[in-house]
């Protein structure tokens, strides 16, 4: 049987190419994370950010790749797991508002809210294919070959909205070699967890991956019926004081899912990918804490039963419990304790080799997602704001692309990209407390969107050591937004804002201009300039009609790089380093004051075109393994973002949200051959720290999160033949209480909300490797 990795040596090795212009061919090819056995030290990550493979090291990005190895022996379950691991990137789950998803931000740019009418400032990406909202988006890391970060504007080599950097999660493909595995987990909060994969060759030219996994896990936060705790409160009783008034818990984990991989290779020339994937995520809501009343509410408190809307006693700062109920009392209804998404997708990617110089590459995907989730967002036993949030949408995307070997020196890409997406709600929103304004109401609004681009990036070598690229690329979309809110109370249409719409509608030249120069086998220097955009909108939140009519336009940024990249001492020692500098314009924020034509001008929560700003940063990488089996990894990152035109609220003070000024993290590992036939045992400890950030965009007191850092430790015994590994891991170590995601609402009720992070827990694996 020819194997595919035989396969691809074979066809590199036939074509008669050496140095760039082979490697340029081959990248056309599917990556593979490659390890050389004649390398003591790190193992060599292949990458594909450039639309060809090349090694991390040899890549002239600011790009971190974490391998599959890697992203066990540290512990990562989940994309916002690598976030401190990945200098000046923050990605957090959110499960706020506009239900479950990702926020996601890269040097200081990104998107906090998840509402479909707004655009991501970072493009996540999963084998190839562009997820075009971050709504219902965890992304469990399973079965991955690999994840590239890619830190700075990609508008050329990733596209529309990877402004701030782009994510890129590489699945496993299928080798046909009858490998696989089976894992268990049980650990804290009854955690059980199993993942499997089977690895098998169905023909000569036919191959097929196989994998499923699941996980249950019982919430960190608990639900404490504030009535049962304060029986003189006025408020309905539904705990049990014996059960110290706990009716539930918050920050479940509960999914399971599937994907399945066919690669067919009927000639050197030809291979054929399909996968298919689905998910069940029905972990429940997030757990929403009362943090603080530290300022007076938009309207003078009401009170409900006796208790005060601005009860200090509602406060549960600190602690791993909450008071939210889900219930609107004045209405005498209750929404089910509910979270669940569904995702599930298809794709098909041909890699075609025309001539020993011509190749193309064809990416066709589908992909839906379907959630039903309830928030209680004030995380008190009183009606706030209470919501049903469902959506569902669909996308569908098309790319191809042709590399051409002009010479043996120059190398051409050039493609097209087409995305067509749809979301649509189904919410009740209940924001009792602004019920003047008419905030209690269903809505079924609509946001279809449709983008397509064309791209072309040539390579030129004119010296063996020098390497010059250039790369352009061109986009047009348009986005529609259409009201369809109807009265709670009633069930009939809100006249001003029933089949209203808002469109946009934009187009944009984006160029990427880089030089490299390989001062030793070693040692590689390079600087670039490149552009990206974000596109604009309307706002999607009035809270009275007239705001309705607020737009917004893409936002854009021009970004200057220089590092470089050392790999040495047989690969034992690799140094990373890269310095920028941006101009950052018509950046999108959320305001607190509506400019015209609102008639309303507060509250608010329209996006605007705030201003722009300067941002200047360093980043650095080392990896060092000084002696065999003993591993150092470390990262770090400094950002400065400075204002110097701004607009509304935002003064040329402040800083974006989620925009930490530094970041490091540390890791070390000892891999200590036990001898006798006893295998290997590997302790582990990382450390990542993160500076205070502000999580509004009008910075304040109020929305200021403290720095914070965090230890997980583990060890791993893997026997002598590698069938079996057994792993037990501690995540937050030291059991440091902070949040992750905060919210302030300080000028409309008063109050701030957040949701704390993990504590400490622990988690014993087993895995049996065939």
Known sequence: MITPINKFAKRCAGLGLGGTAALSLCGALPAYAQSDADLAGRDVITVTAEFRERSLQETPLAITAISAMELEKRSFEELSDISGNIPNTWLTESRGQQGGGMVAYMRGIGQYNLSPAYEPGVGVYIDDVYMATLQGALFNLIDLDRVEALRGPQGTLAGKNSIGGAIKLFSKKPQGDN??????????????????????????????????????????????????????????????????????????????????????????????????????????????????????????????????????????????KTYGDWCNHELDYCNPFRGETDTWGFSGTIDWQFSDSISLKSIT??????????????????????????????????????????????????????????????????????????????????????????????????????????????????????????????????????????????????????????????????????TGFKGGGSNAQPFTPDQAGITFGAEKIGTWEAGFKYSGWDNRATFNIAAFYSNYTDIQLQALSCPPPAVVTFPCAAFLNVGSAHVKGAEAEVYLEPVDGFR???????????????????????????????????????????????????????????????????????????????????????????????TLEITNLADKFFYNHWIDNSAFTGMTFGTPAEPRRWAFSVKRNF
């Open 179 to 320: 490998s696989g595995y089976a894992q268990v987990t049980y650990g804290s909060f009854d955690r059980i967890q199993g993942r499997a994969a089977a690895d098998f060759a169905i023909s000569e030219t036919l191959f097929a991956r196989v994998n499923v996994a699941g996980r249950n896990e019982d919430g960190y936060v608990d639900i404490v019926d504030y009535g049962c705790e304060h029986p003189t409160s006025g408020l309905p009783i539904r705990g049990n004081p014996q059960r110290d008034c706990v009716v539930g818990t918050a920050e479940n984990k509960s999914y399971v899912g599937g994907r399945f991989a066919l690669r067919w290779m009927p000639s050197d020339r030809l291979e054929v990918n399909v996968t298919g994937d689905v998910t069940n995520d029905s972990s429940g809501p997030g757990a929403d804490q009362l943090t603080g009343i530290p300022g007076p509410a938009l309207v003078p408190a009401s009170t409900l039963n006796g208790v005060g809307i601005l009860d200090e006693n509602f406060v549960t700062n600190g602690t791993y």
């Open 365 to 530: 995907a589908y992909r839906a997602f379907e959630s039903d989730i309830t928030t209680d967002n004030d995380g008190t036993p009183i009606t706030i704001g209470n919501h049903q949030i469902g959506m569902h949408g669909n996308q569908f995307s098309q790319e191809i692309r042709i590399n051409a070997n002009i010479s043996d020196t120059l190398n051409l890409t050039v493609g097209g990209f087409y995305i067509d997406s749809d979301v649509d709600s189904d919410q009740r929103i209940d924001i009792q407390y602004l019920a003047f304004l008419g905030l209690v109401f269903f809505n079924d609004d609509k946001t279809p969107s449709k983008s397509t681009a064309g791209y072309a990036q040539l390579v030129w070598d004119p010296l063996d050591r020098l390497h010059l690229t250039g790369g352009l690329r061109y986009t047009s979309e348009k986005k529609d937004y259409t009201f369809f809110r109807t009265f709670a109370d009633t069930l009939m249409p809100n006249p001003a804002l029933y089949d209203l719409s808002a469109h946009y509608e934009g187009d944009r030249w984006d160029y990427r201009i880089n030089a490299s120069y390989d001062v030793t086998d070693d040692f590689m220097i390079y600087g670039q300039y490149a």
């Open 632 to 726: 150092v990894n470390a990262a770090l990152s400094y950002l400065d973002f400075d204002y110097y035109e701004s607009f509304t609220n935002v003064t040329l003070d402040m800083v974006p949200p989620y925009s930490a000024q530094w970041q490091w993290s540390l890791g070390a590992e000892y891999e200590m051959v036990l001898g006798n036939g006893m295998g290997t045992l590997t302790p582990r400890v990382d450390a990542n720290y993160r500076s205070s950030i502000y999580i509004s965009p009008v910075n304040g007191p109020n929305n200021l999160l403290p720095s914070r850092t965090l230890v997980n430790a583990r060890i791993g015994w893997v026997s002598e033949d590698q069938d079996w590994e057994a």
